[in-house]
């Protein structure tokens, strides 16, 4: 319903579809300033005028982004307040919110509340892919053993979850073994409208980088860190720079025997190379009416790897036909569409008259792109596959970099031997294929590339190829609708034969959980120095991400897949030299092979269908029986286990009272970092594995685990004791306090040198409060929630920088923690600030946003900062001690 203190309700309207009356805020109404808006900027302008409270979104925000047109050139960018509509996570970054949100739920009860009333206040999904592992392969019972392995190191975080999935309303969580979160979005979350008594456009704001293949279906939404992502389920907006708005025209038409995956990769390069951070990219012109709704989410799907913040696709009639296809209802798909088109968010790509203002156009002839793959080690290094043999022997001998290994002639032949389980002896050699997974949802989310690598793979089997044995293949679909389509055009048998049985339904290679390969090649790769290869159908090729012992990799379509696995090598020109040969001696071409275009959109219109979605999607929630078997206890308080190494109960709230308590100065503080600048939140946030000689592996080996036990950061973010031992824990951190680069600090005035998580400690048992100095741009990076939870465990009250990345000074903000400015032109340096003196801040009753304090430092010096409380909202949400307990007092 609309909120009767809106400004702006004299907009509403009401539109009958269907027998039904809806209201509706009427945008046509604001005139030509609205029509000439990016369709994605329509989007900002609806959200802001429909939740306008003016206290977290003001009228000053509605005209501001009416004023895209002047408003995106402004040289210090121009902040609004943003509600996206609903928020989906995965489960390594859902994890620690669903922890928060019963945490919440304790201190509610035990401030004499009502715990139930702890709920998201917009819908959340939350969808588990991030932890099975491709353990097992080539074989028919690689899924049922990944899954079962998957349980056994899971058991924990998934009883957790799944108590939450009966505890909580408005959320959704969907069990693992049901697909990867961003297809699961695209073909059964997505509303597109919400068609709710008051109709709006769907928006999502996800815990993972690759939310916006959602823009693919003419959805607005983008990846955000975790507190973000807690602050909107909790109700609250959101601040974001109004951003430039690119224009990518598309014209022309595909080659038949081109992909989807091949468009990526050329679009990722080009606009890679021409600079879109921070902005947002929308597609038009009369290309894009060609690409399926497939192809444009696997475009968008890439728009964290070409940089910009939204790949934006209006919807238009192709988007309503996808909505049939994938079984949503005519009801709500013909409101959608009414909807849409009252208030000029539906797209005619053909119709240049509806063509807005951009900050600026580029074009692309979709008749230009050609067969393609990307790496050795970066996304956005497209390589034409017509040169991809000369252009990986180039690299073998470029001088080290993103494209170049540095091998000296005497390198370049090396090779070697091992014997493998089935008896026999293989050579292996520079751009040996070791890893070959189609996976991930940007390519399998799309019924024409995973068909059309399984009418390769039957035309390879009938023309007698074979994958060597040694190769590990698989295939890791993004939901069951993919199987069951697979399996009704009669391509499973084929993609079996050559090895890429069905292996798991996640993320998996793509994020690295590509698993063990046999320690014989493990060990002739390593003695050799070896530069072998994966390849995969994913977005992200990052050198170390896909294997240890895969120096190489490249992200390319399923068929192309098919074909280096077929090859063994990549060092192969598909042109010249055949695949392999016939019974008969004959050769075999990768061109004898490749399905076109029309034999592949001729299977899909038989066997992609209405009944599958229909199928698969009435079961989500149900989960494999492994899931089902789970115990879990039932009501809305959960029960912490003292013992779990991966759940436990985060103190956020410990104290806490009804009332606010008086704001309080900071006194005698001691500095437990002094950093330079650009200091990301990947020096700050716990990632990766856990260092064996670490506070964390310090603390599990305390619990009785051993190392090969202790599993990553990423899957214990749920426990506060192992996150906070692990934050400022990058071996790269360069802490002035510290003797050496890496996670340590000096004590004072000990003059201990300690581990970071140790110094704290100690300071904390001596209540000693404790602040960082830090120079520009602090907190750049996207691992955002522990980078700003870490700290305030560490008992840092302040943080005093010449300059804050706008995310992550908001999320400082929400857990309570004051980030101060140095006046311009200051720094540590030009104070002479050594880091180990005493700080005394004195903070006002009375204070507000940009007021200025003054240091005060135990050598008789003080300086002057800025408090960075940019807004009321920010003032509130510190005086409350952060965001979660503002909503835990609100909920009183």
Known sequence: MAASNNPFNSLLKTLEVNGKSYKYYDLAQLGDKYVRLPYSIRVLVESCIRNCDNFQ????????????????????????????????????????????????RDAVKDLGGNPDKINPICPADLVIDHSVQVDFARSSDALAKNQELEFTRNKERFQFLKWGAQAFNNMLIVPPGSGIVHQVNLEYLARVVFTGELLHPDSVVGTDSHTTMINGLGVVGWGVGGIEAEAVMLGQAISMLLPKV??????????????????????????????????????????????????????????????????????????????????RSAEKIKVIEEYLKATKQFRNYSDPSQDPVFSKVVELDLSTVVTSVSGPKRPQDRVSVSVMKKDFNDCLSNKVGFKGYGLSPSQLSASGSFSFSDGKTYTITHGSVIIAAITSCTNTSNPSVMLGAGLLAKKAVENGLSVLPYIKTSLSPGSGVVTYYLRESGVVPYLEKLGFDIVGYGCMTCIGNSGPIDDNIANTIEKNELVCCGVLSGNRNFEGRIHPNTRANYLASPLLVIAYALAGTVDIDFEKEPLGKRADGSSVFLRDIWPTRSEIQEVENRHVIPGMFKEVYAKIEQGSPSWQALDVPQGKLYGWDPN???????????????????????????????????VTTDHISPAGSIARNSPAARFLASRGLTPREFNSYGSRRGNDAVMSRGTFANIRLVNKLAPRPGPQTTHQPSGDVLDIFDAADRYAKENVPLIAIVGKDYGSGSSRDWAAKGPFLLGIKAVIAESFERIHRSNLVGMGIMPLQFLEGQNADSLGLMGTEVYSIDVPEDLVPHQVLTVKVDNGKSFQVIVRFDTEVDLTYFKNGGILNYMIRKML
């Not at 609004?80 to 620690?96: S, Y």
């Not at 497939?294 to 036909?321: I, K, W, Y």
């Not at 759940?647 to 950093?675: E, H, Q, V, W, Y």
């Open 246 to 327: 690119v224009g990518y025209k598309l014209v022309g038409e595909l080659d038949p025997l081109v992909t989807s995956t091949d468009l990526v990769l050329t679009i990722t390069k080009h606009l890679r190379s021409l600079g879109v951070v921070g902005q947002f990219v929308e597609f038009f012109g009369p290309g894009v009416a060609a690409l399926s709704i497939a192809d444009r989410a696997t475009v968008a799907n890439m728009c964290p790897e070409f940089g910009a913040t939204v790949a934006h696709f209006p919807v238009d009639g192709r988007s309503l036909q996808y909505l049939r296809q994938t079984n």
């Open 644 to 678: 779990s190494t991966y759940i436990k109960k985060p103190p956020f709230f410990d104290g806490m009272t009804k009332d606010l308590s008086p704001m309080k100065s900071i006194s005698n503080a001691r500095c437990l970092l002094l950093l330079g600048d650009s």
């Open 57 to 104: 979104v003001l009228e000053k925000d509605v005209q501001n982004v009416l004023d895209w047109e002047t408003n995106q050139n402004s040289e210090n960018g121009v902040e609004i307040a943003f509600k996206p509509a609903r928020v989906i996570l995965q489960d390594l970054t859902g994890v620690p919110a669903v922890v928060d949100f019963a945490a919440m």
